[in-house]
């Protein structure tokens, strides 16, 4: 929003977008008891063909209680989600006769009937900080953003020649609840041309990423299901990851989708061997975790509808395509459960020590009610990023605001032992007891990686760091309960040099020591000062000129800087949706060749 709202002006526009939002609610509520029946349920169909104006067997957005304010407001509805499943704006015919089998799915507590918050997303943020004034609240709310249609931004792509020359890979995917959904996949040139697209196939999930190949193939994650199903894992998930030719054919898939118990989520990382490491979050039941000698925390967990009732840890999986036969076998594995560490109950597993050298995952420290959208989970590791040369894995746990270094020159047994434990742990010691919480460094991450060898400072970490929860002053607490989307927050671009040696040997400090042997040796907007903030996702990725490129994953801005923080690119590609980050392709990457376009 551009305009400031008096309180009870941004009131008045709530309650105004409510009932909007309500139209298809209040044509199935025919009783208007605020119950949606089995009787009503059934006779959907017929309900909401009295909104069709026109009579041409469909609805539009004006039909359903358009125009709204904001671009896909009419989204707000989980009906109007789970009837428009492509997200144009038409409920069709098709739509509309299967409404009794689509309508029945939102009855996710098996009560027979639905009620009107059944018919909200799971988590409402306009409720959740209403503390803060409608207006406030307006202004930032998520899911609600404006956006354009076409490219824009003051530092348009070609403007600046010192710009790198190479290609963009950015991939547009879902919002939070599919509120914006965007499902575009490109190629973009350094003069803003989409020099390749590849087809949008199946549902691009929040946190969608891709990876372009030497041979020109692709590679994607994308998600198997309707965003309902999604819904019954932590933010993040997806299920499936695919090798395509440039025309889209697929000529590989693995599906990991299983609710309740596992799925692939965010990152994965392309090995130089052909095979693919992916994240996976592996579920348990709150008794099941209290047995692991977590302390259940509070009882609004279980209020959740029962496919939500879940606790949430990870596992590493190194996957071995097989392009020919399709085939998928799966040659390596880390999980998470077998390095594990609590120290309140001695008569529980994982019982141990916390402090300085701690090489196993404290259990109990992320405390739920200290964040949005965990849905369960602990950790939230985003990022995975692999060492060739020291065959190693760096992984990003943005809960314990942490990136960790493990070791995969194990085999799947030695990995579930102490060779498996942590090779090494930095951003914040309070995270395994070794310092308070003044000595962290890194708020809810993303896409800590290794910088590969083919651009400047090969070898060091690039991070980016969101500072969500940054507490905005010295208290010891730098863990507020909020994922801010105010901006009070900044986000920065952190370069790290790591303590480790060429063999792969880390040094740990000895010391309480919050750097824990690292040191930061580039940083961009660690002041604060050059309005860039994202609470969530985003990346940032180093060039072969030296410029470094990152994405705020908030709204999809892009932005390319110099090493002397100079901005040279500032845009937004335009439309609904958002990308988890950008991906940059160096001009004389081999894929472009294999995709038969000439260096730009």
């Not at 609240?137 to 010192?162: I, S, W």
């Not at 198997?224 to 819904?231: A, E, Y």
């Not at 095979?275 to 979050?281: C, G, S």
């Amino acid at each position: 929003m551009t305009e400031s709202l008096t309180d009870d002006e941004a009131r008045a526009l709530l309650a105004d977008e409510a009932r909007r939002v309500a139209t298809l609610w209040r044509a199935l509520d025919i009783d208007g008891d605020e119950v949606l029946s089995a009787e009503e349920i059934d006779g959907a169909a017929a309900a909401l063909l009295t909104l069709d104006i026109n009579g041409d067997g469909q609805l539009t957005v004006d039909e359903i209680g358009g125009p709204f304010r904001w671009p896909g407001g009419q989204r707000r509805s989980a009906i109007v989600r789970i009837l428009d499943l492509d997200a144009d704006g038409i409920i069709t015919a098709e739509d509309i006769a299967d409404a009794p089998n689509r309508l029945r799915r939102l009855d996710r507590h098996g009560r027979g009937h639905l009620v009107p918050a059944d018919d909200r997303p799971p988590w409402n943020p306009i409720l959740a900080q209403a503390h803060r004034g409608p207006a406030e609240t307006l202004a930032h709310f998520d899911t609600l953003r404006e956006y354009k249609d076409h490219p824009h931004g003051p530092v348009m792509p070609g403007a600046d020649p010192r710009q790198d020359p190479g290609y963009l890979l950015i991939y547009e995917h879902c919002n939070a609840m599919d509120v914006q959904v965007g499902r575009d996949l490109w190629l973009q040139s350094v003069d803003g041309r989409r020099v390749h697209q590849w087809p949008a196939r199946n549902h691009a999930s929040e946190t969608s990423t891709a990876h372009l190949r030497d041979d020109g193939r692709l590679i994607r994650t994308s998600c198997p299901s309707l965003w309902l199903d999604v819904l019954c894992f932590p933010v993040g998930a997806h299920g499936i990851i695919s090798i395509e030719d440039p025309d889209g054919t697929v000529v590989w898939e693995y599906e990991l989708f299983e609710p309740g118990r596992r799925v692939m989520h965010h990152a994965f990382e392309a090995m130089p061997n052909g095979n693919i490491l992916v994240t996976v979050y592996e579920g348990r039941t709150f008794a099941e975790a209290v047995q692991f000698g977590w302390q259940e925390q509070s009882q609004d967990v279980l209020m959740r509808p029962p496919d939500l009732q879940r606790w949430w840890i990870e596992t590493v999986l190194e996957l071995e395509p097989n392009l020919e036969t399709g085939a998928t076998r799966v040659v390596w594995e880390w999980r998470s459960a077998d390095h594990l560490v609590q120290d309140v109950d001695p008569g529980l597993p994982h019982f141990g020590e916390l402090g300085p050298g701690c090489r196993r995952i404290d259990i109990n420290y992320s405390r739920y009610p200290n964040y949005r959208f965990n849905m369960g989970q602990i950790m939230h590791v985003n990022t995975i990023s692999f060492d060739e040369s020291r065959d190693q894995i760096l992984l990003s746990s943005a809960m314990h605001g942490e990136v960790w270094v493990i070791d995969h020159s194990t085999t799947t047994e030695e990995a579930a032992g102490e060779r498996g434990d942590l090779l090494y742990r930095w951003g914040n010691p309070s995270a395994y007891g070794a310092a308070d919480d003044r000595g962290k460094v890194l708020d809810w991450q993303h896409d800590a990686h290794w910088i590969p060898d083919d651009v400047p400072h090969e070898g060091h970490m690039l991070v980016f760091n969101n500072g969500s929860r940054r507490p905005g002053d010295d208290s010891s607490n730098p863990s507020p309960a909020r994922l801010s989307f105010q901006n009070d927050g900044y986000s920065e671009i952190l370069e790290v040099r790591l303590p480790v040696d060429d063999a792969g040997t880390w040094t740990w400090s000895d010391d309480v020591d919050p750097m824990n042997g690292a040191e930061i040796v580039w940083e961009y907007n660690a002041d604060g000062s050059a309005d860039w903030f994202s609470p969530f996702m985003s990346g940032a990725r180093r060039r072969p000129n030296g410029n470094t490129v990152s994405a705020l994953g908030y709204n999809k801005r892009i932005r390319e800087v110099t090493p002397d923080g100079e901005t040279v690119l500032d845009f937004l590609p335009g439309g609904p949706g958002r990308t988890f980050r950008v991906v940059p392709i160096a001009a004389d990457h081999p894929g472009i060749a294999a995709l038969g376009l000439s260096e730009p």
